[in-house]
C-alpha cells in the first residue's frame, strides 16, 4: 500500500502500527520495515516524527547494515525517519539507494521526506538531480518536486522570484489533490520568500490548526504576531502572542513559552504598559537553558529602560 501524500489510514491502524511494528520486528523484518514505509506520509502529516523515528530505530537495530532484497526504499525511509540515530554505515547504504535508483522513487512521500533530512547536507546538483528523476512520479510527486525546488536553500538557485513560483506551482497542485498537509508545507516555506507574507502565514495557521501540529501552529501565531506589530496592530499581535504563550505552557514548549513573552512584553511596551512589559521579560529570564531567549529578553529589556527614560 503507498500512502503517499498524507493518505490517511484507519484510526483503528494508526493506533496500533506501533504494537503491530514491534511484534513483527520479533517475526518479520521484512513486514516490519514495510510497515515503517507505509506510515511515513500519515506519520510526519500529523507531526509524529518522534513516533516514526522510535519506530524505524527499532526496525535498523534488528536489521543492522543488511538491506532486505526488494526493500531498498523501505530501507531508504527507516533511515530517514532513524537519521538521528543511525549508524553512518546505514546512512551511506541509504546514500547509495538514492544513488543507484532509476526514474521516480515508488513511494511518493519519499523524494520529500529524503529531501527534507538529507538535501540540506547534499550538494545542490545531487538534489536537483533526484528531483528530476521524480518529475516522472504521480500527481502527489510532481507537487512534492516542486516544493522542494522551491524550498530556500535546497536546490540549485535561480532567477529572482523563480522559488516563489515553484511554492506557488506545489501550493496548485496540493489544492487539486485536496491535501492539506503539502498546502501546509508549501505556504510554510512560501512565507519566507515572499515581500508581504500576512495572508500566506494566515493560510498556514489556519492549516496548522487543522492538522493538530501543535509546535508549528505556536511558531505560527508568534510569526504573525510580530507582523502585526510592524503594522502597528498591538491588540492583534497582542492576542496571538498570548495564543501561543497558551500553547507553549499546555505542550511544555519552553522556546515557545519564551518567544510569547518576549513578543508580549514588545507589544506591552508600544502600548505603553511598561509594567507588564517588564513582568514577561522576567519570566523569560527566569527560564532555564535559553541562551538565545535570554539575549533578547535583556536587549528588550533595555530598550524598555531606554523608553521610560524618554518618557
Known sequence: MNLGGSGEPHGLEADQVVSAIERACESDLRTALRLVARYSAYWWSHGLQDEAAAAAERVLS????????????????????????AEQEQVELAQQIVLTTDGPFQYSVTVLLWSLVFGPFEPAAVVDEVLERNEGGDAWTRAAVELCRGYPGLSTPGPPGEAAQALRTALGRFRMLEDRWGMFLALSALRQVVDEPLDVTTEALELAEYLCLTEETALLLCERADLYRALGKLEDAHEDYSRALSIGEHADLPETVAAARVGLARAARGTGNHPAARAHLSAVLALPNLDLAHHEAILEMAALNASEASA
Open 62 to 85: 534488528m536489521l543492522g547494515r543488511t538491506v532486505p532484497v526488494g526493500l531498498d526504499e523501505e530501507y531508504l525511509l527507516a533511515v530517514i525517519h532513524g537519521a538521528a540515530s
